[in-house]
């Protein structure tokens, strides 16, 4: 009896940006849109060898289009919003540390 294999991408695995898109579930043009207002980035340089995002961009967008249509948010709420949350994780993880010791 063969085991059921299910795929589960590398840590370190990266995705064109169609494959992004259809990861996150949104149009190609979107997560441009989204580059280009310093939303999300690629961990390659565009310029040279294309759009490539990892698994931590994918979830970048996908909170973008939750705050955007859940929240009602334009992109510039969404980027208040965002820079407020990874605010608030630095400050968490600085509370661990210093429980810690």
């Known amino acids: 009896m063969n085991a059921l294999q299910i795929f589960e991408p590398g840590p370190q695995t990266v995705y064109t940006i169609e494959v992004a898109a259809q990861l996150a ?10 580059y ?3 939303l999300v980035s690629p961990v390659t340089d565009p310029g040279r060898s294309g759009w490539y ?3 931590e961009a994918i979830r970048t ?5 939750y705050l955007r249509s ?3 948010l334009n992109l510039a709420g969404v ?3 965002m820079a407020l949350m990874d ?3 630095r400050l968490r993880a600085e509370l661990r540390f ?3 010791r």
């Open 25 to 34: 579930e949104v149009p190609r043009r979107l997560i441009v849109i989204y």
């Open 70 to 72: 859940a929240c009602g």
């Open 87 to 89: 605010e608030v994780e």
């Open 79 to 81: 980027k208040l919003v």
């Open 98 to 100: 210093h429980h810690r």
């Open 36 to 38: 280009k207002h310093g």
């Open 61 to 65: 967008v996908r909170r973008i289009e």
């Open 53 to 55: 995002f990892d698994d």
